[in-house]
């Protein structure tokens, strides 16, 4: 399915990409709107993302061709013509690319107004508007060269002033067998190689570096993104790829590396769930990173929380067939199991209600509803 995201501050807004953008509102009775639609690119729109509201109505979008863009939202009877509904205004086109552009992200706001976009030629570069006030003028700060094809990467979200700036990229490239690929040139991709690595800001070089690889990682990854931390003295990554990862990335105490300021971090897989029984696509926090949700091949969107053991579990499984909630006991999936990974245990918690025979979850967790739906297929187009 084609990107979808909602503003997690502010008011509510949600989107549907292919080369259009479509922009749904929430209104003071639960329902939604599309409230604007407009096409955004002259290729397939792969992500889109919202700057935080202290910059106003700021989205950002990259595609497959090869360009990124920011739009901002024009308030209804703003600006010339002064029309009866908002609109949306493409501020700066961004170019640099030379092949698709596969992920886009804003920074954190203590960061200021910056933009990491990544494609698949394996180049990250920064932006940062210098007047936040005038969004029509991007400059390249840093170029990254991961030296891999990149499909996701994720800034970390602490508040920590401990916590240096940190981004991980995620690459899908799939080794191709005997050294080889489409065309017969030369493959580069070692089998086995890690697919995420972690880049850290050196305030002694004053650029990005390369701090961490996941060798624990070694298939596709679709989808990567860190936890929102608000006092955790470690970092948790979640990873999409054939089942979900949740790593910790803890610094290690007093391992800064004064010549080049790096921070070393002791990396511990801390839980992993194969329950989807497909590809991973997509993983999402909470705005307080204390639920994931993920979404894959077999048409549902899993919830998974921790308890204060640090056991994760499964807490609820959203379907799409018939667009109400339904527990695994309920899934014609195969029976899900329970396991351990790097010392930390994982139990989906509607499979143990289903063994004790209760009709509802285990520790009153939080059931979840159908809100709405979008009855336009038009509108809901598929990858």
């Given at each position: 399915?084609?990107?979808?995201?909602?503003?997690?501050?502010?008011?509510?807004?949600?989107?549907?990409?292919?080369?259009?953008?479509?922009?749904?509102?929430?209104?003071?009775?639960?329902?939604?709107h599309?409230?604007?639609?407009?096409k955004?690119?002259?290729?397939?729109?792969?992500?889109?993302?919202?700057?935080?509201?202290?910059?106003?109505?700021?989205?950002?979008?990259?595609?497959?061709?090869?360009?990124?863009?920011?739009?901002?939202?024009?308030?209804?009877?703003?600006?010339?013509?002064?029309?009866?509904?908002?609109?949306?205004?493409?501020?700066?086109?961004?170019?640099?690319?030379?092949?698709s552009?596969?992920?886009?992200?804003?920074?954190?706001?203590?960061?200021?107004?910056?933009?990491?976009?990544?494609?698949?030629?394996?180049?990250?570069?920064?932006?940062?508007?210098?007047?936040?006030m005038?969004?029509?003028t991007?400059?390249v700060?840093?170029?990254?060269?991961?030296?891999?094809?990149?499909?996701?990467?994720?800034?970390n979200c602490s508040?920590s002033?401990?916590?240096?700036?940190?981004?991980?990229v995620?690459?899908?490239?799939?080794?191709?067998?005997?050294?080889?690929?489409?065309?017969?040139?030369?493959?580069?991709?070692?089998?086995?190689?890690?697919?995420?690595?972690?880049?850290?800001?050196?305030?002694?070089s004053?650029?990005?570096?390369?701090?961490?690889?996941l060798?624990a990682?070694?298939?596709?990854?679709?989808?990567?993104?860190?936890?929102?931390?608000?006092?955790?003295?470690?970092h948790?990554?979640a990873?999409a790829?054939?089942?979900?990862?949740?790593?910790?990335?803890?610094?290690?105490?007093?391992?800064?590396?004064?010549?080049?300021?790096?921070?070393?971090?002791?990396?511990?897989?801390?839980?992993?769930?194969?329950d989807?029984?497909?590809?991973?696509?997509?993983v999402?926090w909470?705005?307080?990173?204390?639920?994931?949700?993920?979404?894959?091949?077999?048409?549902?969107?899993?919830?998974?929380?921790?308890?204060?053991?640090?056991?994760?579990?499964?807490?609820?499984?959203?379907?799409?067939?018939?667009g109400?909630?339904?527990?695994?006991?309920?899934?014609?999936?195969?029976?899900?199991?329970?396991?351990?990974?790097?010392?930390?245990?994982?139990?989906?918690?509607s499979?143990?209600?289903?063994?004790?025979?209760?009709?509802?979850?285990?520790?009153?967790?939080?059931?979840?509803?159908?809100?709405?739906?979008?009855?336009n297929?038009?509108?809901?187009?598929?990858?």
């Amino acid at each position: 399915m084609w990107p979808l995201t909602i503003m997690a501050r502010g008011w509510p807004h949600a989107l549907v990409t292919n080369k259009s953008r479509l922009v749904w509102d929430l209104d003071l009775h639960g329902s939604w709107h599309c409230t604007s639609s407009w096409k955004a690119h002259s290729g397939s729109v792969w992500k889109v993302t919202w700057a935080h509201p202290e910059f106003g109505q700021v989205l950002a979008t990259c595609s497959f061709d090869r360009t990124a863009a920011v739009w901002e939202e024009i308030p209804a009877g703003d600006g010339p013509g002064e029309t009866a509904r908002s609109h949306w205004i493409r501020r700066t086109n961004m170019v640099d690319s030379r092949t698709s552009v596969t992920d886009v992200k804003f920074a954190p706001r203590q960061l200021g107004l910056q933009l990491a976009t990544s494609s698949s030629d394996g180049v990250v570069r920064i932006y940062e508007a210098p007047d936040v006030m005038n969004l029509s003028t991007w400059t390249v700060q840093y170029e990254i060269q991961a030296k891999m094809p990149i499909s996701c990467l994720t800034w970390n979200c602490s508040f920590s002033s401990k916590h240096l700036p940190l981004l991980a990229v995620g690459s899908d490239e799939v080794a191709a067998p005997q050294g080889t690929i489409a065309g017969g040139q030369t493959s580069n991709v070692v089998i086995g190689a890690a697919k995420v690595v972690l880049y850290e800001y050196s305030e002694n070089s004053r650029r990005w570096a390369k701090a961490e690889s996941l060798n624990a990682v070694t298939e596709p990854v679709h989808d990567i993104t860190f936890a929102p931390n608000f006092g955790r003295s470690y970092h948790l990554l979640a990873i999409a790829s054939r089942d979900v990862k949740l790593v910790i990335l803890r610094p290690l105490e007093d391992s800064t590396e004064t010549a080049t300021g790096l921070t070393k971090f002791s990396v511990e897989i801390a839980a992993r769930f194969e329950d989807h029984y497909s590809v991973v696509w997509r993983v999402s926090w909470n705005i307080t990173g204390t639920i994931l949700a993920s979404s894959g091949d077999d048409n549902c969107v899993r919830l998974w929380k921790a308890n204060y053991a640090g056991v994760w579990r499964c807490v609820e499984v959203l379907r799409d067939d018939t667009g109400s909630a339904h527990t695994s006991a309920d899934s014609e999936l195969p029976p899900i199991s329970t396991g351990q990974s790097g010392g930390h245990s994982y139990v989906p918690l509607s499979a143990a209600a289903a063994v004790s025979g209760s009709q509802t979850l285990v520790g009153g967790a939080t059931k979840y509803y159908k809100l709405g739906s979008i009855k336009n297929q038009n509108q809901v187009p598929w990858h």
